[in-house]
Structures are given as structure tokens and as C-alpha cells.
């Protein structure tokens, strides 16, 4: 079966760091993706890595290990702004079947 | 910035009867998709589409869907006799590449069924 894990929930502190971890089990891997969703809105991509290694994209980066089924999200310098639910998702097959973890929602606190 | 816009941003309907979502892709994108979201609950995939027919498509997607891209700009998603269950967010995505990663997803639509 597909399975993606990742924390209900995490709390942090503005202008702290932190890094939210998501496992996954698929019957296929072609990439993974984070995506950020706020209350009542659509997601909004954040990232993708496709090979092992960190992607940096400004405060954000990702980190995928393929043979270890393990991605995290490593927020810096964290803004109130930043308070949102944090989507993990695979993309399966090469046709683009994606599927997502149940978020993790972020507290920021002030 | 170019961005894929759906209507109708909210949907009321009774149990058994038809709905039809819109969305429109950005424009030179080839690759469309559906997902719905559940209140509270996670983004699930429904359909993908390229090249006017389905590429892949979920357990979820049954006879009761259905997919067209009837011009070239509009990709729609219907329902043919609602149920209870189908009530939540129905997003559209596009992409100009799969393998490029990224998918740019509309506002969606919030489908209500009484």
C-alpha cells in the first residue's frame, strides 16, 4: 500500500528554526514534493527533489534519502506568516499519480 | 504571474443531481489534473489528463466522474448524481512538465451537497 508520514502537529518560535520529517512507503518513487496550505486556501508548492541531497530555496530547503524513504522541510529564520499546513507528497509513477501525507500544521509563536 | 482559475468558488447542490467544475489551466500547460480535499481531511488525488484522454486516474474516480477538456482552454470535472460524501474541495492543477515537478494549483471550488 502508499503510506506518507509526517507529525500532526509542531510548534515553533519566530526567527527559530524548524525541520518537519516525512517517511514514506510507496509502490513507486519519481519525485517528492513539499507544498504549504493555509486555512481555506489551495496548497502552494515549495519544493522537489527527485535525487538524494538538500535543495536550498531561500529560508526553505528539502531533503530527500531514496533509499531511507525520508524527506524533511527545514524552515529558517521563521515568520509569523509561516504558521500553515506543511504537505508532504510523492509523485508515484511517472504519469504523475501524487500522492499526500496528511500535513503537518506549524504554530508559530510570537 | 499566470494562474489557474476555477469556478465556481462555492457550489451548493442537492443529493443525485449533476455538478460541473471549471477550471482553466495556465495556458501553455499540457498536463491537468483534479484532487479534492475533504474538510480537515488530506489532498487526495483523483484524475490526471494529458493529451485529451486520462493518463492515470484513482479509486476514488469512479463512473461518477468524468473528465473533458471540451475547448482549449477549459478542463472539467463532473459529477453525475452527488452524494453526501462527494461534499469538499475540488482543486485543479497544471503542469507544463511532469517531470519539471511542479504543479500550480487553483483556489478550488468548495461542492456542498445537501
Known amino acids: 500500500g502508499q503510506n506518507i508520514d509526517q507529525p500532526t502537529e509542531m510548534t515553533a518560535t519566530e526567527g527559530a528554526i524548524v525541520q518537519i520529517n516525512c517517511t514514506y512507503q510507496t509502490s513507486g518513487f519519481n519525485g517528492l514534493f513539499w507544498y504549504q496550505q493555509h486555512a481555506g486556501e489551495a496548497p502552494t508548492f515549495l519544493s522537489y527533489?527527485?535525487?538524494?541531497g538538500l535543495e536550498e530555496k531561500g529560508r526553505f530547503s528539502s531533503f530527500l534519502s531514496r533509499s531511507k524513504g525520508y524527506s524533511y522541510l527545514l524552515l529558517k529564520e521563521l515568520q509569523m506568516k509561516d504558521s500553515a499546513s506543511y504537505l508532504c507528497?510523492?509523485?508515484?509513477?511517472?504519469?504523475?499519480?501524487?500522492?499526500f501525507g496528511k500535513g503537518t500544521r506549524l504554530h508559530i509563536l510570537p | 504571474e499566470p494562474e489557474v482559475t476555477q469556478t465556481p468558488s462555492h457550489q451548493v447542490t442537492q443529493m443525485g443531481q449533476e455538478v460541473i467544475l471549471r477550471c482553466v489551466p495556465i495556458s501553455n500547460h499540457l498536463y491537468f489534473y483534479w484532487y479534492r480535499q475533504i474538510l480537515g481531511q488530506k489532498v487526495e488525488f483523483l484524475v490526471s489528463f494529458y493529451n485529451n484522454e486520462i493518463s492515470e486516474k484513482s479509486e476514488i474516480f469512479d463512473d461518477q466522474f468524468s473528465v473533458e477538456r471540451p475547448d482549449g482552454s477549459n478542463f472539467t470535472l463532473k459529477i453525475r448524481s452527488t452524494k453526501l460524501e462527494d461534499s469538499a474541495m475540488y482543486f485543479c492543477?497544471?503542469?507544463?512538465?511532469?517531470?519539471?515537478?511542479?504543479?500550480?494549483f487553483g483556489p478550488g471550488t468548495r461542492l456542498t451537497v445537501l
Open positions: 507528497a510523492v509523485r508515484c509513477t511517472r504519469d504523475d499519480k501524487i500522492i
Open positions: 492543477a497544471s503542469s507544463e512538465d511532469p517531470a519539471g515537478g511542479e504543479q500550480f
Open positions: 527533489n527527485v535525487l538524494d
